[in-house]
């Protein structure tokens, strides 16, 4: 018998109220884990359930479709034959002659899902070849299920949704208008202007060969007999040969003689050409039809019949210039080819940005005419010393390209403006009214130096020595120069400068250092000493200016200029260069009537093995803050050949 005491049975009731929570809590747990296991096993469930088969067979469709391999798309639907054939045509359309054309197709829903039919709504999204921006659209595909399962019901429709029977996908590229290669001022230098391409239709011929004589025996078509022959030959029967492109009042003053030989044919249009034929040839260069070799190095983003630049400065530049062709897709007749409707833009056209040369207009056409009469290779190159802008570049008809900034030759005595140069920084007591001796010859090695014509002039000032162009007093002055110091002192001149132009330009080249008959010959600009006539206009700019010269081409891209020279050596510079002009019996004395203290050096430089030795012909000048330099290819004498041309082009701009 228990013994009731005053808390027995409270604990009693509290075992009792323990043992009941701990009996609804396992009721809870078990309950909450059933339900964790039903709906993992929902869960489990949801994830193996597989898409329906008429998805899985429209996506079929799409991932085959998208890997351009036509004939596995075409197996996913009711027309094996139809659809590869018709999809083939459509991938060729949008890889318009590029690779790696791509899509992304992908189901998005079902509709209409009966037993044997329904509809797979999907996304598409095309990265086609040479762009970065996907063509998109949405379609739907109807699905049929047959015998061996479900197949997407073709039409045409199956490759886009706007797209009929018997049409392909085509792409449309639309060039935006070239943008302008402008002067200094910012007007254009291209514009459009009327042409006239000269051909020979080969079916029109009667005798080739008397007509390939007829057309060679005019000038301004620039052919031959042989050439014209040679390419009539070659081509089909209906196909035009052009021979050349006339601007249209050129193709009138010689239409009397061509227009009426059988078999010659005429194509009138339009291009973008310079204000005339040979303004700044071959700088600018020109615009026209992409060749072959531009479209396969274009990396997709030139295709064939594409406006580009061709040459010269239109060519370097033609990426900013040409801009961003815009695409658009249109559905293309299978029968001819023709474009129908537009059925997307994948992207717009962008327009190029025009580019602003450092050209003066008024600059270059006067150096252009100065050449005009000229027979040989000879250009004129025009610069501005303190900013370094290139006002003027000019080539003869005759010059084998752009020989104003790429020729390579022997400078002859303008390069003594650098041997002066270093022979004044390394003699400080030397100046223009030093008196030096001026033998008509020198022997160095065993190997006699003359002046022109063994001219002797005694004992004379520094200043009639340059005047004269004594060589044998360069070459003193060279000899007893340390080594490499002409090299160095031709070097802060300009020579072998790393230009930043758009083109090519030669800086100019010299050995480090020379001993002997080699010291002593580049001491005259002969040797191994080579340049080009835009180093000698940007080399006698910096002696007149004390400042190295850094050329550019483009507005806003200035090079970098070069160390200032010492200003005592500057100083005697001009006033050396100066005594070439103003002292009666120097080389360009003949230009001393010019205004505006024209100052400069001439030079002949030999060249070649005959003998005697054939010589080009040079003037380096400055005057105010225009430097300038006129070569001539076998020019021979520089007082009848650079110096003449020099006084026309500074009479011109006066």
Not at 11 to 23: F, G, K, P, V, Y
Not at 255 to 282: N, Y
């Amino acid at each position: 018998m228990l013994t009731r005491t005053r808390n027995g049975p409270r604990r009693l009731r509290s075992r009792s109220a323990r043992l009941r929570s701990r009996s609804a809590r396992l009721r809870w747990s078990a309950g909450l884990a059933a339900l964790l296991v039903a709906a993992l096993g929902l869960t489990a469930c949801s994830q193996s359930k597989k898409p329906p088969a008429e998805q899985q067979a429209a996506q079929a469709y799409l991932d085959a479709l998208g890997a351009a391999d036509s004939a596995t798309a075409g197996q996913r639907t009711t027309d094996a034959a139809a659809a590869t054939a018709a999809i083939t045509r459509s991938l060729a359309g949008l890889a318009d002659g590029g690779s790696g054309l791509r899509g992304s197709l992908r189901v998005t829903g079902l509709t209409d899902r009966q037993p044997e039919s329904a509809t797979a709504s999907y996304d598409a999204s095309w990265q086609l070849p040479g762009l970065t921006t996907p063509w998109r659209y949405t379609g739907t595909l109807p699905m049929v299920k047959q015998a061996q399962g479900w197949r997407v019901s073709w039409s045409a429709g199956a490759i886009h949704p706007r797209l009929a029977n018997g049409s392909h996908l085509a792409l449309k590229r639309s060039q935006p208008a070239r943008a302008a290669l402008q002067d200094s001022s910012g007007a254009a230098l291209f514009k459009p202007t009327a042409v006239v391409t000269v051909g020979v239709n080969p079916a029109g011929v009667g005798d080739l060969g008397a007509l390939a004589s007829r057309l060679a025996a005019v000038p301004a078509l620039q052919t031959t007999a042989g050439e014209v022959t040679s390419a009539v030959t070659a081509a089909g029967k209906d196909q035009f040969v052009p021979i050349i492109t006339l601007r249209r009042p050129a193709y009138e003053q010689v239409k009397a003689q061509i227009f009426d030989l059988p078999g010659t044919q005429f194509q009138s249009g339009t291009r973008l050409l310079p204000p005339t034929s040979d303004f700044a040839r071959p700088l600018l260069g020109s615009v026209g039809t992409a060749t072959a070799e531009i479209v396969e190095g274009s990396q997709g983003q030139v295709r064939a019949g594409d406006e580009v630049g061709l040459s010269g400065l239109q060519r370097a530049l033609d990426p900013q210039l040409r801009g961003v062709p815009g695409v658009d897709v249109h559905a293309a007749s299978d029968a001819h080819a023709t474009l129908g409707a537009k059925l997307g833009t994948v992207t717009p056209p962008v327009a190029g940005k025009p580019v602003r040369l450092t050209l003066d207009s008024r600059l270059q056409s006067a150096a252009d005419a100065t050449l005009d009469t000229v027979s040989r290779p000879a250009s004129i190159v025009a610069l501005q010393p303190s900013t370094g802008k290139i006002l003027a570049v000019a080539n003869s008809a005759d010059a084998p390209g752009d020989i104003a900034l790429t020729g390579q030759y022997p400078p002859g005595s303008t390069f003594k403006i650098a041997t002066y140069a270093a022979a004044l920084q390394a003699d400080p007591s030397l100046a223009a009214s030093t008196a030096v001796d001026c033998p008509p010859t020198v022997t160095v090695n065993g190997r006699t130096f003359q002046n022109h014509d063994k001219s002797e002039h005694g004992r004379i000032p520094l200043s009639a020595a340059f005047g004269y162009s004594c060589n044998t007093t360069a070459i003193d002055f060279g000899m007893k120069l340390a080594p490499g110091a002409l090299a160095e002192t031709a070097g802060a001149l300009g020579l072998g400068g790393d230009w930043k132009l758009p083109v090519p330009a030669f800086s100019g080249s010299m050995p480090a250092t020379a001993a002997g008959t080699e010291q002593a010959a580049e001491a005259i600009g002969q040797g191994k000493v080579l340049v080009s006539p835009l180093l000698m206009a940007s080399m006698a700019g910096a002696a007149a200016s004390g400042v190295g010269v850094g050329p550019s081409l483009v507005a806003g891209q200035q090079a970098t200029a070069g160390p200032a020279l010492d200003a005592r050596v500057s100083t005697q510079l001009n006033e050396l260069m100066r005594a070439v002009v103003a002292m009666p019996g120097a080389t360009a004395h003949a230009l001393n009537e010019l205004p505006g203290q024209l100052r400069g050096k001439t030079g002949t430089a030999e060249f070649g093995t005959d003998n005697p030795p054939k010589s080009h012909s040079w003037f380096a000048g400055v005057r105010g803050d225009l430097a300038v330099a006129v070569f001539i290819y076998g020019g021979e004498s520089s007082t009848t050949g650079a110096v003449p041309l020099a006084g026309q082009f500074f009479t011109k701009v006066r």
